[in-house]
C-alpha cells in the first residue's frame, strides 16, 4: 500500500523558517517525481513546487519562489521542504504527493498523497 | 485568481447528472497539457479521481467520466449520490514565458441535493 506521512508543521512567527519531512512506503519512491501542494484555511488546493526524481530538476510557485527549497534524498524514501522569511500567507496544510509516472517532469497527476501538516505562520 | 476557471458550486438530486467545467487558455489545457481532477471530501486529503483528461484510476467508479476540447475540460458525475457531496478541482501545466508550473482550478463544491 503505497503511503505519505508528513511532519515537520507547527506554528512559527513571520520571518521564521521550517522544515517540512515527508516519508515514503509502498512504492519505489526513487522513480517517482515530486510535489509539495498546500491548501490555506477555507481555500482551494495551491501548487508550491516539484522535484524531479533524481533532484536534476526543482520548480517553484511564484509565491514562494526564493524562499523555498524543495529537495529529497532516494536513500531514505524522503521528501523535503525548507521554508524560509515565512509569511501569515503561508499558513496552510502542507501536502506532498507524487508526480504519477507515464509523464513528462511536471504534468503528472498524484494519485498518492499525504495526510498534511499544518503550518501556521503569526505573531 | 487561479489560472483555471471552475464554478464555485453545482448542485444536483439524488441519481442525476451533473457536470463541472475546467477553463483555462492556451498556455496550459490549450497547450494541450492534460488535465487531472481531484475529489476532496472535507477534511481529508485529494483523491484522484481521473488523470489524463478521462482515465480512471481503480477503484473510481464509472460513474465519474472526464472530457476535454480545447482549453478546457469536463468532469461529469452520473447518477448523483449523496457521498458525492464533496470538493473537486481540476490541474494541468502551465507553460509561459514567465515560468512553467502546476495549475489547479479554484474548486467546485458539489452539493446534493
Known amino acids: 500500500q503505497e503511503h505519505l506521512a508528513e511532519s515537520g508543521g507547527g506554528l512559527v512567527k513571520p520571518g521564521g523558517s521550517l522544515r517540512l519531512s515527508c516519508v515514503a512506503s509502498?512504492?519505489?519512491?526513487?522513480?517517482?517525481?515530486m510535489r509539495w501542494i498546500r491548501q490555506a484555511p477555507g481555500k482551494g488546493l495551491e501548487w508550491v513546487s516539484d522535484?524531479?526524481?533524481?533532484?536534476?530538476?526543482?520548480n517553484y510557485a511564484d509565491a514562494v519562489k526564493g524562499r523555498f527549497t524543495i529537495s529529497r534524498d532516494n536513500a531514505k524514501n524522503s521528501l523535503f521542504l525548507e521554508m524560509n522569511s515565512l509569511r501569515v500567507e503561508d499558513t496552510a496544510v502542507y501536502y506532498c504527493?507524487?508526480?504519477?509516472?507515464?509523464?513528462?517532469?511536471?504534468?503528472?497527476?498524484?494519485?498518492?498523497w499525504g495526510q498534511g501538516t499544518t503550518v501556521t505562520v503569526s505573531s | 485568481q487561479s489560472v483555471l476557471t471552475q464554478p464555485p458550486s453545482v448542485s444536483g438530486a439524488p441519481g442525476q447528472r451533473v457536470t463541472i467545467s475546467c477553463t483555462g487558455s492556451?498556455?496550459?489545457?490549450?497547450?494541450?497539457?492534460?488535465v487531472h481532477w481531484y475529489q476532496q471530501l472535507p477534511g481529508t486529503a485529494p483523491k484522484l479521481l481521473i488523470y489524463g483528461n478521462t482515465n480512471r484510476p481503480s477503484g473510481v467508479p464509472d460513474r465519474f467520466s472526464g472530457s476535454k476540447s480545447g482549453t478546457s475540460a469536463s468532469l461529469a458525475i452520473t447518477g448523483l449520490q449523496a457521498e458525492d457531496e464533496a470538493f473537486y478541482y481540476c490541474?494541468?501545466?502551465?507553460?509561459?514565458?514567465?515560468?512553467?508550473?502546476?495549475?489547479f482550478g479554484g474548486g467546485t463544491k458539489l452539493t446534493v441535493l
Open positions: 522535484i524531479s526524481s533524481s533532484s536534476r530538476y526543482t
Open positions: 490541474q494541468s501545466f502551465d507553460s509561459s514565458l514567465s515560468g512553467s508550473g502546476v495549475v
Open positions: 504527493a507524487n508526480s504519477g509516472g507515464g509523464y513528462n517532469y511536471g504534468q503528472g497527476a498524484s494519485d498518492v
Open positions: 509502498g512504492f519505489t519512491f526513487s522513480d517517482y517525481d
Open positions: 492556451g498556455s496550459n489545457i490549450g497547450s494541450p497539457y492534460d
